[in-house]
T-cell receptor, first 116, second 116 residues
């Protein structure tokens, strides 16, 4: 199974709402990533979890809060977002973190987020 | 710092003809180089990677890439293009042992259109 799943596929939320994005993989990967992608642009790294610990935070605003409950799950909690946060949010995983070698990342299909 | 350049925003090719999508990179150490493809409304899909060794790397769906250290390039190629190859292609680099180690840096992407 080489699949990363993400739920929901689409999410519309107001600026005062609290919502969560969910990502799951069952490949035994020990690194998981959150990316933000605007249309026709490259993904922008937000967070990296290595062995369930947050290892990289790319200076992301605190209205985005990641969580890694176990080695298969990754959540992104959203609160008080701005319209400019509307984007495709991609989750990815790799067998090991990039600091241990050249491990390719497997991406989920993404959650299309619209902030109104 | 590491960087990737994809000099062509768009590449158009006729079905059955060879295709090339260009990528050049800049890193201070040894590069790990990757190609990913993204179909509309989908996540990124890994195609191939270069770590070390043979400069010609073969990947999924008949794609290959040639690593050229002197020209710091990693161009993606396919001998005979298919209409279904039409997508957005991203080159990415990770700098083994460098200050950005463990983080992929993506190029801006190249839209490949294969005409019937």
């Amino acid at each position: 199974d080489t699949e990363v799943t993400q739920t929901p596929k689409h999410l519309v939320m107001g600026m005062t709402n609290k919502k969560s994005l969910k990502c799951e993989q069952h490949m035994g990967h020990r690194a998981m990533y959150w990316y933000k992608q605007k249309a026709k642009k490259p993904p922008e790294l937000m967070f990296v979890y290595s062995y369930e610990k947050l290892s990289i935070n790319e200076s992301v605003p605190s209205r985005f809060s990641p969580e890694c409950p176990n080695s298969s799950l990754l959540n992104l909690h959203l609160h008080a977002l701005q319209p400019e946060d509307s984007a495709l949010y991609l989750c990815a995983s790799s067998l090991r973190p990039g600091t241990e070698g050249s491990y390719e990342q497997y991406f989920g299909p993404g959650t299309r987020l619209t902030v109104t | 710092a590491q960087s990737v350049a994809q000099p062509e925003d768009q590449v158009n090719v006729a079905e059955g003809n060879p295709l090339t999508v260009k990528c050049t990179y800049s890193v201070s150490g040894n590069p790990y180089l990757f190609w990913y493809v993204q179909y509309p409304n989908r996540g990124l899909q890994f195609l191939l990677k270069y770590i070390t060794g043979d400069n010609l790397v073969k990947g999924s769906y008949g794609f290959e890439a040639e690593f050229n250290k002197s020209q710091t390039s990693f161009h993606l190629k396919k001998p005979s293009a298919l209409v279904s190859d039409s997508a957005l292609y991203f080159c990415a680099v990770d700098n083994a042992g460098g200050t950005s180690y463990g983080k992929l840096t993506f190029g801006q992407g190249t839209i490949l259109t294969v005409h019937p």
